[in-house]
């Protein structure tokens, strides 16, 4: 059973960076395109950067520039690289596959940008 955990959250201040971490239970980092995925309160979930089989990145406008995704093809891990971070990045962020697979999802991390 595939399992992706998330981690490297927490409370940053505006400005500030963090980097997320999520290690995958089997090769599927390698296998599939991978996203990072975030849900701000009472908002829906949305795609914010991908890095497809081959190593190509997009992201979403409100992080271009700021955040950068990167594999660990060896570790099975796919990583978020947050700088310059915003109040309006704060939310719980996941990874999965892009498109995602329903049973992929994790418990999330919590990223709170705040002064």
């Known amino acids: 059973q595939v399992q992706l955990v998330e981690s490297g959250g927490g409370l940053v201040q505006p400005g500030g960076s963090l980097r997320l971490s999520c290690a995958a239970s089997?090769?599927?980092?390698?296998?599939?395109?991978m996203g990072w995925y975030r849900q701000a309160p009472g908002k829906q979930r949305d795609l914010v950067a991908r890095?497809?089989?081959?190593?190509?990145?997009t992201y979403a406008d409100s992080v271009k520039g700021r955040f950068a995704i990167s594999r660990d093809s060896a570790k099975n891990t796919v990583y978020l690289q947050m700088n310059s971070l915003k109040p309006e990045d704060t939310a719980v962020y996941y990874c999965n596959t892009e498109p995602v697979k329903g049973a992929y999802w994790g418990q999330g991390t919590q990223v709170t940008v705040s002064s």
């Open positions: 089997g090769s599927i980092v390698v296998m599939y395109a």
């Open positions: 890095i497809s089989r081959g190593g190509t990145t």
